[in-house]
């Protein structure tokens, strides 16, 4: 969802995606005076643009926040409505060879020179085996399902910007737990140094260790403002706008358990962009070899579907994995610092010890709740790749 009063996407001028608009119902546009819309509003209900136009970022709405409000996608919309209004879609075959044959005759008939006849007849065989890659290039349904092979793109990279804005978060909470942990270290170091303990050298190294620590805190306190900066523009905010963002939906255990693989490959071969794009290039070409080469890179898309849900299968089932090994860290840390409290009140464990014990927990708690996050990033991305998103060719 998103605040219409500070978007500039919803009914853009092209060149000008920065400023701010209203509504519709307040300026009074109609479908026929706001060309520049993505979608007319006749084409949701009402209730949808609000949802569309408030203040709050769902997860379930990316896709159409996506298409609506992403200056790359709404603009790639529009140009794709304008070129269909104005016909410049689906070249006939029979068109395309009399406006070859077209500018060859002009050509020639103009010519005073072997040099401008010999130009003409290159241009024109040039044409010729050109034909098919125009028939392809200017296809009404190429061009509509490579745009929602675009937009599902899009989606998926703005669904891992979500889980950017928590994941830089918990980044910029890890770097100052060990920011300040460092200092405490130094104060161990001078401490030894005036015992005898530690060397200048020890010292020294301490103090770097806590620069270093503290200009990590500093690089990720920008990439967190980065990344939250990055998702509003991305779906027509202002940069520094405070929409409220939705969470990322858990990922249970039960979810991943009940893929069924195979299944899921049939439905990534049906519903593989790519593939549909190389299956419809090879139905609109006319030339034996365009068709023979298109029917090598159809086959080449299947056998990429295939691979690549398999790939995206594999990095879930490894994420999957490796949450439960960070669990598993974190319980134990935890079990440690509690005997390390126990030990410190017996008067058996050190202040320095206590403090390692607490440094090590806190830092396991953020790092499992990363790694849960990069599981719901796998998943989300599992469910792209099956959706449209698996295979990939030349041609693309």
């Not at 598993?328 to 050190?350: D, K, V």
């Amino acid at each position: 969802m998103k605040n219409i009063c500070v978007k500039s996407v919803a009914v853009i001028s092209v060149l000008s995606l920065c400023v701010p608009l209203q509504a519709l119902a307040v300026t009074g546009a109609t479908v026929d005076k706001a060309p520049h819309q993505v979608s007319y509003e006749r084409e949701r209900t009402d209730a949808e643009w609000r949802t569309l136009r408030d203040n709050n970022l769902e997860w379930d709405e990316i896709q159409d926040l996506v298409h609506e409000y992403n200056p790359t996608i709404s603009k790639a919309w529009l140009s794709f409505r304008n070129s269909d209004n104005e016909g410049a879609f689906n070249i006939s075959y029979d068109d395309a060879i009399q406006s070859i044959e077209d500018t060859y005759d002009a050509t020639l008939s103009q010519s005073t020179s072997d040099l401008t006849d010999a130009f003409a007849e290159f241009s024109r065989s040039t044409s010729y085996a050109n034909v098919d890659t125009s028939l392809q290039n200017n296809d009404r349904e190429v061009n509509e399902l490579s745009l929602k092979r675009s937009e599902l793109q899009m989606t998926e990279a703005i669904q891992e910007q979500v889980i950017a804005v928590y994941t830089t978060q918990l980044t910029t909470q890890l770097n100052q737990l060990t920011s300040d942990y460092d200092k405490t270290l130094i104060g161990k170091t001078e401490r030894q140094l005036a015992t005898g303990q530690a060397t200048e050298l020890d010292l020294l190294t301490a103090q770097k260790t806590s620069k270093d620590a503290d200009i990590a805190l500093t690089s990720a306190q920008a990439a967190e403002v980065k990344a939250k900066q990055s998702l509003l523009v991305n779906l027509g905010w202002a940069y520094n706008a405070t929409p409220t963002i939705c969470a990322v939906p858990d990922v249970a255990d039960a979810m991943i358990n009940s893929i069924d693989l195979t299944a899921d490959t049939t439905k990534a071969l049906g519903n593989s962009f790519q593939l549909q794009v190389d299956e419809r290039k090879q139905n609109v070409s006319v030339s034996d070899s365009s068709i023979a080469q298109m029917a090598l890179t159809v086959d080449n898309d299947k056998n990429q579907v295939q691979s690549d849900i398999m790939s995206a299968y594999n990095a879930l089932i490894n994420a999957k994995n490796e949450y439960a090994k960070a669990q598993l860290q974190a319980s134990n840390l935890n079990e440690t610092l509690a005997q390390t409290q126990r030990a410190f009140t017996a008067g058996t464990a050190s202040q320095r010890e206590l403090e390692a014990a607490q440094y090590n927990a806190s830092a396991q708690t953020i790092n499992t709740a990363l790694s849960k996050y990069a599981l719901q990033k796998s998943y989300f991305s599992y469910l792209a790749t099956r959706d449209g998103l698996a295979g990939g060719s030349a041609s693309a």
